[in-house]
Nanobody, 127 residues
Framework: QVQLVESGGGLVQPGGSLRLSCTAS????????IGWFRQAPGKEREGVSC????????YNEASVTGRFTISRDNARNTVFLQMNSLKPEDTAVYYC????????????????????WGQGAQVTVSS
């Protein structure tokens, strides 16, 4: 059974950090393009950070560039999103996703609806 399970969400103060994890089962992430998406209340879902498998090229949405970092640990079949300098506007439900490895990171984050999704993790940035 193909599954993505997320962990690591929570409440953090502005300026703080969180790391989200997403572990896959039923398939190997090392050949998939991976990504993190988020959806805030009343807003459309947006691609935050995506990474292709071949050369690990990465796309980051403009508002998170320099603050968020996507990475993968193929041995653990896990994807991470390190979030630093968090702002209240980063508050959202964050979803990890995966799709075929031929998909570029930019395309996955901006144009596509990935095939596999995690259940979502709430991130709240508030003082």
């Amino acid at each position: 059974q193909v599954q993505l399970v997320e962990s690591g969400g929570g409440l953090v103060q502005p300026g703080g950090s969180l790391r989200l994890s997403c572990t896959a089962s039923g398939f190997s992430l090392d050949i998939y393009t991976i990504g993190w998406f988020r959806q805030a209340p009343g807003k459309e879902r947006e691609g935050v950070s995506c990474q292709s498998p071949a050369d690990l090229s990465t796309y980051n949405e403009a508002s998170v560039t320099g603050r968020f970092t996507i990475s993968r640990d193929n041995a653990r079949n896990t994807v991470f999103l390190q979030m630093n300098s968090l702002k209240p506007e980063d508050t959202a439900v964050y979803y990890c996703a995966a799709d075929r490895g031929s998909l570029t990171a930019h395309t996955m984050c901006t144009l596509s609806s990935p095939r596999y999704w995690g259940q979502g993790a709430q991130v709240t940035v508030s003082s």
